[in-house]
C-alpha cells in the first residue's frame, strides 16, 4: 500500500455516524454501567477517544505498538525522563535543544540524575562514554540547530549491549523521512508541535515504543502526571498527519534550494544542511533519511550577534518567531531565543555561534524565499543599524 494512502487508512471513520473526519470527545469522564465497568474509558487524564486515535495513529507511522500524546514535547521528555532513578546517567548529544537541555541540567539534576553531553555524531565517542551508571542516550537525528547526524543503528547496537535505552527525537526527520524504532531505538520522540502538526497552531508532544513493557511503565507515568493533550489539540493533529507526507515532501524540495543558494554566498562562514554533499554527515543522512528535511542554518562570516539580528530583522518572507515546521518560513536567532537557556561557554562548545541563524523553510515558492534571503544578506552590507526593538530575552 501507497505511503500515503496508509497514513489516511490509520485514521478511521467513526463507526456511530460515518463521519469521516475524527469527532472530537470534548469530555472529561464517562458514564459507567456499573463501578468499574465502562466502554474503556472513565476519566479523560486516564483515555480519551480522540486522543487515543492520535496516539493509535503516531504509533503506527512510526511502526511501534504503543503511542502516547502529551501537552507539549517537553512534557513527552519529562515522562521519558522519569524512567530513570536517582543515581542514573544520561549520555546526551552535545547539540541539544534548549528546552531539553534546561529540563536535564536544572530540573533532575537536583535529584541526582546526571547528564554527561557527547557528540555522538562518532559512535564510539557513545561506546567510550559509557559507564555502569548509563541508563539512557538521549539523541536528537538530525539535531538543533546544527543538523548533526548520528548513526542511530551502531549507537542502539552499543546501547544494546549495556542494556540501556536509547531515545529518539525525530521530530526534524518526521516517520515519513526516518523511523529510529527500526534502527534499534526503544523510544521515539516528537514535537508534534512542529510538522506534525505543520500549522503552528498548536503544542504537542509525542511518544512511541514498540515493547509493551515500556508502554505500560511510559503510560503509568502519562496518567500519574497527568500532562496529557486535550481532545480539540488531539484532533488538531490528526487533521494535520493526513497531509504530513506531501508538505514535509515540499518543505525538503524547498530548504534543498535554499541550502544550495546560500551555498553560493560569500557572507556565509558555516553552512549546515544534511542535504549538501559538503555536511560531515552527509552517507549517514543518505543512509537513513529519506529526504533530509527542511532546517537550514548557518552562521555569518562577521560571526557577531548585532550581525545575526540584523540579518533576522531584514527578512520578509521568513518569520522572526520560535518553533519551526509550519507552513509559513520561520527563521530564529539561537543564542538569543531557542538556545538561551544553554550558558554561553556550553553553546559555543556545542557549535551554537553568536551568529548563528536556523531557518525553517516553509512551503512558499522556493524562489521567492530565496530572493528573501538575498536582500537580508545584501542588508549585511549596508550601514543601516540594527533594530534595537527586538526582544531578546525570550525564556523558551
Known amino acids: 500500500m501507497n505511503e500515503l494512502t496508509a497514513i489516511l487508512e490509520s485514521i478511521p471513520v467513526d463507526p456511530l455516524t460515518g463521519s469521516i473526519a475524527v469527532p472530537i470527545y470534548q469530555t472529561s469522564t464517562y458514564r459507567q454501567e456499573a463501578p468499574g465497568v465502562n466502554k474503556g474509558f472513565d476519566y479523560t487524564r486516564t ?22 500524546a502529551f ?15 536517582t543515581g542514573d546517567e ?15 541540567t536544572t530540573v533532575y539534576n537536583k535529584f541526582g540524575i546526571t547528564i554527561k553531553f557527547v557528540d555522538t555524531t562518532d ?52 516517520p515519513i523521512f ?17 510538522y506534525l502538526g505543520g500549522h503552528t497552531d498548536v503544542l504537542a508532544g509525542l511518544l512511541v515504543t514498540d515493547s509493551d513493557e515500556l508502554g505500560e511503565k511510559l503510560k503509568y507515568i502519562q496518567n500519574a502526571t497527568g500532562g496529557v493533550l486535550a481532545p480539540f489539540d488531539s484532533w488538531l493533529i ?8 506531501i508538505r514535509v515532501e515540499q518543505h525538503a524540495a524547498n530548504a534543498q534550494k535554499v541550502a544550495e543558494f546560500l551555498e553560493t554566498r560569500p557572507e556565509i562562514k558555516k553552512l549546515y544542511y544534511p542535504g549538501l554533499k559538503s555536511h560531515p554527515n552527509y552517507e549517514v543522512a543518505k543512509k537513513q533519511q529519506k529526504l533530509p528535511g527542511s532546517i537550514v542554518s548557518f552562521s555569518l562570516k562577521e ?27 520561520l527563521l530564529c536567532h539561537p543564542a538569543t531565543m531557542t538556545h538561551k537557556s544553554i550558558p554561553r561557554e556550553r553553546r559555543l562548545l556545542g557549535g551554537v555561534s553568536d551568529s548563528l541563524i536556523r531557518l525553517s523553510v516553509g512551503l512558499e515558492d522556493a524562489e521567492d524565499q530565496i530572493k528573501d534571503l538575498e536582500q537580508a544578506l545584501n542588508a549585511l552590507n549596508n550601514s543601516a543599524p540594527v533594530n534595537k526593538s527586538v526582544p531578546l530575552e525570550i525564556y523558551v
Not at 548520528?150 to 518526521?174: E, G, P, Q
Not at 490528526?238 to 507526507?245: A, V
Not at 540584523?310 to 509559513?328: D, H, P
Open 47 to 68: 483515555n480519551n477517544p480522540t486522543r487515543k486515535i492520535l496516539e493509535n495513529v503516531i504509533a503506527a507511522l512510526e511502526g511501534g505498538k504503543n503511542g502516547l
Open 71 to 85: 501537552a507539549s514535547g517537553l512534557a513527552a521528555i519529562d515522562c521519558v525522563v522519569k524512567l530513570l532513578e
Open 90 to 104: 544520561v549520555l546526551a548529544v552535545d547539540d541539544i535543544y534548549g528546552g531539553a537541555f534546561r529540563l536535564f
Open 123 to 174: 559512535p564510539e565517542n557513545v561506546r567510550k562514554a559509557i559507564t555502569p551508571k548509563t541508563k539512557l542516550i538521549w539523541l536528537e537525528s538530525p539535531t538543533n540547530p546544527l543538523l548533526k547526524v548520528s548513526d542511530i543503528k551502531k549507537i542502539t547496537d552499543i546501547a544494546k549491549k549495556h542494556n540501556i535505552l536509547v531515545c529518539v527525537d525525530n521530530t526534524f526527520a518526521t
Open 178 to 194: 526516518q523511523k529510529p524504532l527500526k534502527l534499534g531505538a526503544d523510544i521515539v520522540l516528537h514535537s508534534a508541535t512542529k
Open 238 to 245: 490528526i487533521r494535520s498527519i493526513e497531509t504530513l507526507k
Open 303 to 329: 560571526d557577531t550577534e548585532e550581525s545575526a539580528i540584523k540579518f533576522v530583522t531584514s527578512t520578509k518572507i521568513f518569520k522572526l518567531a520560535e518553533s519551526l515546521g509550519g507552513a509559513k518560513s
